[in-house]
């Protein structure tokens, strides 16, 4: 016979186990959501086409995101998205690279507007 004094106690360990698989299955099956941003001058952008990165170490930019299929780039700054187009992706990488994000920013696209290098006709912003 069992001492009942070494016996396991049960608690709640078979609800814990039951919650946590539950869990684990809805993440794995989940649809990934879409994924939308409110772009200054623009409305709504779709950002499934874009690769985009959180810019952890920049105090000007908070995320930014490009798609080399469309040379676009949605950058989040100080809680605004503005987008730029007909940017090549070297100057993505070189903002993404530069010692001083904001910096590059300042000196690369602020002041860069719609007729200006790297503006977006309203066409080319809604990836028509």
């Known amino acids: 016979m069992a001492d009942p004094r070494m016996a396991q106690p049960r608690g709640n360990s078979g609800g814990m186990i039951g919650a946590a698989t539950t869990l684990i299955a ?12 409110e772009v200054k001058d623009r409305g709504s952008i779709d950002l499934a086409s874009f690769e985009c990165r959180d810019t952890p170490r920049s105090t000007v930019i908070q995320r930014a995101c490009y798609s080399r299929a469309q040379a676009s780039m949605i950058v ?12 090549p992706p070297a100057i993505f990488d070189a903002l993404m690279t530069a010692p001083s994000m904001g910096q590059f920013f ?13 503006g977006c006709s309203m066409r080319r912003a809604l990836g028509s």
């Open 106 to 118: 300042k000196q690369n696209f602020v002041g860069v507007g719609r007729d200006r290098r790297y």
């Open 76 to 87: 989040g700054v100080k809680g605004a998205y503005f987008q730029y187009c007909d940017l």
């Open 26 to 37: 809805l993440l794995l099956t989940a649809e990934f959501g879409y994924e939308a941003v």
